[in-house]
């Protein structure tokens, strides 16, 4: 029998899984199989620097080359996973190879959500998760006046902050009352609207989108309510859907997500998954909980090593993120939702402010802008208040 590690996805997680391996002394092949044709890269830049100042794709990559060499870490790069066979303990790729293995991990995080639009397969509509991806953007958003983005979530508005910064006309669309109202409560979300209106986004609350429009490629958007918006391009940041399909059609038990217990473990002995696709419980929070940030993909690898290695770890952070729009640096720690108190410290006219949340007088969360201070302290005590 194969004792080897096989990870299926060569992203942040797993990038991580095999380092705390290495480092924790395991001895066995490690074999790394992602669908991209880079090795593990952040992908946090794509939609601030890399975008804009376009420097080389290597400056995105975790780790120097050599790393992998050196670590005895076999990566298969440009290689898709078509099934897992749990029982035979066998991946089978798309090439038609297969690979046995002792441990299994699923690393294969999310992929944009597609728009079941009229028009959203035209050319000229791009979205921003790879690096393949803002390779294909970035020379059309050179020859691009005006842009329609189509989401204001975290991605659709650092993107829009970027193409402002290259004075571009940007209309940006959001379905719901508010920005960013997945993640951030309304008074993060009010003043983000409010800064990107003053620097010329034209934002559109309460948008629906009928059609992208154009022949040959696209040419603009119609809404539901009938208005025409004319573009060069169109970015479709709705969000992200996730990989689970191959997890879900191997028997392993999947909800929005492979369901994992505190060591990333599934039902499937010695299967594992960790980052954007795995659903662990949160004690913390009282529910299971999918993340979608680096810091989940980086603990949750390193809690999966621990467990492979024996040295079980209980896995339940407080989970924190960012996001950069302009010279705003949002910092999010905690989860917000549910809260029945919200509480601004400092003022949100200076741009450096931070929002507490509560339910039932404990903190839960803290959103600061441009605040690290205020970020750092309120981390630690949600983790006190939370634990
Ligand atoms: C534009 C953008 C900006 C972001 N900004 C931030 C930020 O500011 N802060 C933050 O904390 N997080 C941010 N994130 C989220 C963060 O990048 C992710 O949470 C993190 O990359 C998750 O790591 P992962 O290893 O789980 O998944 P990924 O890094 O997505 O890696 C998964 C890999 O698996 C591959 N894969 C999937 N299926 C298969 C298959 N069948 N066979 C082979 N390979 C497969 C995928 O193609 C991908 O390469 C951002 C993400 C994006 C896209």
Same mark, same amino acid.
Request: with cysteine; proline share 5%.
């Given at each position: 029998?194969?004792?080897?590690?096989?990870?299926?996805?060569?992203?942040?997680?797993?990038?991580?899984?095999?380092?705390?391996?290495?480092?924790?002394?395991?001895?066995?092949?490690?074999?790394?199989? %992602?669908?991209?044709?880079?090795?593990?890269?952040?992908?946090?830049?794509?939609?601030?620097?890399?975008?804009?100042?376009?420097? *080389?794709?290597?400056?995105?990559?975790?780790?120097?080359? %050599?790393?992998?060499?050196?670590?005895?870490?076999?990566?298969?790069?440009?290689?898709?996973?078509?099934?897992?066979?749990?029982?035979?303990?066998?991946?089978?790729?798309?090439?038609?190879?297969?690979?046995?293995?002792?441990?299994?991990?699923?690393?294969?995080?999310?992929?944009?959500?597609?728009?079941?639009?009229?028009?959203?397969?035209?050319?000229?509509?791009?979205?921003?998760?790879?690096?393949?991806?803002?390779?294909?953007?970035?020379?059309?958003?050179?020859? &691009?006046?005006?842009?329609?983005?189509? %989401?204001?979530?975290?991605?659709?508005?650092?993107?829009?902050?970027?193409?402002?910064?290259?004075?571009?006309?940007?209309?940006?669309?959001?379905?719901?009352?508010?920005?960013?109202?997945?993640?951030?409560?309304?008074?993060?979300?009010?003043?983000?609207?409010?800064?990107?209106?003053?620097?010329?986004?034209?934002?559109?609350?309460?948008?629906?989108?009928?059609?992208?429009?154009?022949? *040959?490629? &696209?040419?603009?958007?119609?809404?539901?309510? %009938?208005?025409?918006?004319?573009?060069?391009?169109?970015?479709?940041?709705?969000?992200?859907?996730?990989?689970?399909?191959?997890?879900?059609?191997?028997?392993?038990?999947?909800?929005?997500?492979?369901?994992?217990?505190?060591? *990333?473990?599934?039902?499937?002995?010695?299967?594992?998954?960790?980052?954007?696709?795995?659903?662990?419980?949160?004690?913390?929070?009282?529910?299971?909980?999918?993340?979608?940030?680096?810091?989940?993909?980086?603990?949750?690898?390193?809690?999966?090593?621990?467990?492979?290695?024996?040295?079980?770890?209980?896995?339940?952070?407080?989970?924190?993120?960012?996001?950069?729009?302009?010279?705003?640096?949002?910092?999010?720690?905690?989860?917000?939702?549910?809260?029945?108190?919200?509480?601004?410290?400092?003022?949100?006219?200076?741009?450096?402010?931070?929002?507490?949340?509560?339910?039932?007088?404990?903190?839960?969360?803290?959103?600061?802008?441009?605040?690290?201070?205020?970020?750092?302290?309120?981390?630690?005590?949600?983790?006190?208040?939370?634990?």
């Amino acid at each position: 029998m194969s004792e080897a590690v096989v990870v299926i996805g060569a992203g942040q997680a797993a990038a991580q899984l095999a380092a705390s391996l290495r480092q924790g002394g395991f001895g066995a092949p490690i074999v790394v199989i %992602g669908d991209e044709p880079y090795p593990p890269y952040q992908r946090p830049p794509l939609s601030k620097k890399f975008l804009i100042e376009r420097p *080389a794709p290597d400056s995105l990559y975790l780790r120097a080359p %050599g790393f992998w060499d050196e670590q005895k870490v076999t990566l298969m790069l440009g290689t898709p996973v078509a099934a897992v066979d749990a029982a035979a303990r066998r991946v089978m790729l798309a090439d038609r190879r297969a690979i046995d293995f002792g441990i299994l991990a699923f690393a294969t995080g999310t992929r944009a959500r597609a728009l079941p639009l009229p028009g959203a397969d035209l050319p000229g509509v791009f979205s921003v998760r790879k690096i393949d991806d803002i390779r294909q953007l970035r020379p059309a958003l050179d020859d &691009a006046r005006r842009a329609v983005i189509v %989401g204001a979530g975290y991605i659709g508005l650092e993107v829009a902050a970027g193409m402002r910064a290259e004075g571009r006309e940007v209309t940006l669309l959001e379905a719901e009352d508010r920005v960013m109202k997945r993640v951030t409560g309304r008074a993060i979300s009010d003043f983000f609207d409010a800064f990107h209106r003053a620097r010329g986004v034209d934002l559109r609350l309460g948008a629906r989108l009928a059609a992208i429009t154009g022949e *040959a490629r &696209a040419t603009g958007v119609r809404l539901a309510d %009938g208005a025409e918006i004319a573009a060069d391009l169109v970015l479709v940041a709705t969000g992200a859907k996730v990989n689970d399909e191959i997890a879900a059609a191997a028997g392993i038990a999947c909800e929005d997500g492979i369901l994992v217990d505190e060591s *990333a473990a599934t039902n499937v002995a010695g299967v594992y998954a960790i980052g954007d696709c795995a659903r662990f419980p949160s004690r913390r929070y009282g529910r299971h909980i999918r993340l979608e940030c680096v810091q989940n993909a980086i603990d949750q690898a390193k809690a999966a090593a621990a467990a492979m290695l024996g040295k079980g770890e209980r896995y339940d952070p407080v989970p924190w993120f960012w996001s950069d729009q302009y010279d705003l640096k949002l910092q999010i720690a905690g989860l917000m939702d549910g809260h029945d108190q919200a509480d601004t410290i400092g003022d949100p006219a200076s741009a450096r402010f931070s929002v507490e949340y509560r339910k039932a007088g404990r903190l839960i969360a803290v959103d600061a802008v441009n605040d690290g201070r205020a970020y750092m302290t309120a981390r630690r005590r949600i983790a006190e208040e939370t634990a």
